[in-house]
């Protein structure tokens, strides 16, 4: 059983920038397509950025675009959210996601994709 565990969260001012960890207890953590979600009150969960275990296999929900970087480090198990010029829209839970996939190594953008979840992060960003 996959382990998602998320840091980094908080209260930030709009303008501001945040980065979100998401630390994995998977042995082989290069086979895993990775995802950010976020899911605001009220809202469904929707994708904020997916990435895959092939170099350059990225995707980015449009209102983030040129905003958010996500990046993984497969040395470190981990998975990272660099989010830059933050808005109060960004406010909501943000969850990482896996799902093992050695034969496809390209993006998912779906969460019924996904098999593994972390416990999410509250990210706050006041006006």
């Known amino acids: 059983q996959v382990q998602l565990v998320e840091s980094g969260g908080g209260l930030v001012q709009a303008g501001g920038s945040l980065r979100l960890s998401c630390a994995a207890s998977a042995r082989t953590f290069s086979n895993y397509v990775m995802g950010w979600f976020r899911q605001a009150p009220g809202e469904e969960r929707e994708v904020v950025a997916a990435?895959?275990?092939?170099?350059?296999?990225?995707y980015y929900a449009d209102s983030v675009k040129g905003r958010f970087t996500i990046s993984r480090d497969n040395y470190k198990n981990s998975l990272y959210l660099q989010m830059r010029t933050l808005e109060p829209e960004d406010t909501a839970v943000y969850y990482c996601?896996?799902?093992?996939?050695?034969?496809?190594?390209?993006?998912?953008?779906?969460?019924?994709?996904?098999?593994?979840w972390g416990q999410g992060t509250q990210v706050t960003v006041s006006s």
């Open positions: 996601a896996a799902r093992l996939s050695p034969d496809a190594g390209t993006y998912s953008v779906h969460p019924h994709e996904y098999d593994h």
């Open positions: 990435i895959g275990w092939i170099v350059g296999s990225t």
